[in-house]
């Protein structure tokens, strides 16, 4: 059997089971079958329980009890199908593309990762410690594995992601942070006919407001601010006594973002109608994953890496964000999109490259060699 005949038959197994965010049985039984793939070429393999709602995360060692490590490789087990997917569209292949739920998103990084720990060269493993960390939420946000993810990073000197390559095949050196903020601007009701003056519109402040957020976009640096959400008021005939307007806050690197964040804030506290108060909350933050310049010197040995494989390796910066980013609050060099390449993610009609598994499998192999 070639590689890739095997890579396929142990893809279709973990396809085959449902493993949606909320299915803990189903992503713990993913992460099982990993552990034994792992344990098969020798290495320490341990599920870390991550809580009632995630399930078990799986945390292999080429090096057991390693307290530091060169490089993470990351990747998710969880989907976002509902159960039964497995059993109504299971995995399947039509010429060059294979199917079924989670096939590109994420499974086939996760098994990539394996392939490629399994075919590094001794020499390489015996200099290097690695460790390969699969979390089970990451469909959710990874509410429960980031703080782990984070954890871990902070004991390495850089991290993979395999998130699928784009279908086109590029990888990923950089994403945006993202943090959301809600504000709720409270007013006084009133008779928009007969006594209006007595009113105090919520909904005119909370406009003021997102215009003046909105001007705090700058296409340059690549920050921006889109109040996405506006909602408030009652009735047209009726002063709004409240509104709630919420934006969401991107940026390429944290310096930005805390700028962005303040400047949000100071709006945010900001009088705009007179009698009308403003409460504001942030609701979520995710760190940037900057192109850095040890990003860059990643990137240049994965390059190099991906050349011996026989392609070349072409690169895109993301406005949204992954598992990377909680890795790279670190401040370590993270990239993304180490997987094989595929498209349609969150459909049943994704799809996986089969032509790029073995390429990219490669690739890592030989960046492992430049590590
Ligand atoms: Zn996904």
Not at 82 to 110: L, M, N, Q, Y
Request: proline share 4%; with cysteine.
């Amino acid at each position: 059997m070639t590689m890739l005949n095997d890579y396929l038959k142990d893809l279709a197994e973990l396809v085959n089971r449902d493993a949606g965010t909320k299915n803990v049985a189903g992503v713990t039984s993913a992460a099982e079958v990993m552990k034994r793939h792992f344990e098969s070429i020798g290495w320490e393999a341990e599920l870390v329980d991550l809580g009632p709602e995630a399930g078990r995360g799986l945390l292999c060692k080429n090096k057991p009890g390693s307290t530091e490590c060169d490089v993470i490789f990351n990747a998710h087990l969880d989907t976002v199908f509902p159960d039964g997917t497995a059993a109504s569209r299971p995995f399947s292949i039509d010429g060059d593309h294979a199917h079924g739920p989670g096939c590109s998103d994420c499974k086939s990084g996760v098994l990539a990762i394996f392939y490629a720990c399994r075919l590094a060269r001794k020499e390489d493993l015996d200099r290097l410690s690695i460790w390969c960390v699969f979390n089970p939420d990451e469909e959710l946000g990874s509410r429960c594995s980031k703080h782990w993810l984070t954890e871990l990073a902070g004991h390495a000197k850089a991290a993979l992601v395999f998130e699928a390559a784009r279908a086109g095949g590029q990888l990923v050196r950089s994403r945006k942070g993202v943090a959301t903020y809600k504000v709720t601007f409270r007013g006084l009701s009133a008779h928009a006919g007969n006594n209006p003056w007595d009113g105090r519109n919520a909904n005119v402040a909370a406009m003021r407001f997102a215009l003046a957020a909105y001007d705090l976009c700058d296409r340059e640096r690549g920050t921006t601010v889109n109040p996405g959400l506006v909602n408030g008021g009652t009735g047209s005939n009726i002063i709004s006594d409240k509104c709630e307007v919420v934006c969401d806050l991107r940026y390429w690197n944290d310096q930005d973002g805390d700028e962005l964040e303040a400047a949000i804030k100071a709006l945010a506290e900001k009088t705009w109608v007179e009698g009308v108060t403003n409460e504001w909350e942030r609701i979520s933050y995710s760190p940037a994953m900057p192109y850095s310049p040890d990003t860059k010197a990643l990137v240049e040995k994965i390059d190099a890496a991906a050349e011996e494989a026989g392609f070349k390796a072409e690169w895109v910066d993301a406005g949204g964000g992954s598992d990377g980013n909680h890795m790279a609050v670190q401040g370590i060099p993270v990239v993304d999109g180490c997987g094989p390449a595929g498209g349609k993610f969150h459909t049943d009609q994704e799809f996986l490259r089969i032509d790029t598994i073995e390429e990219r499998i490669h690739m890592i192999v030989n960046l492992i060699k430049r590590l």
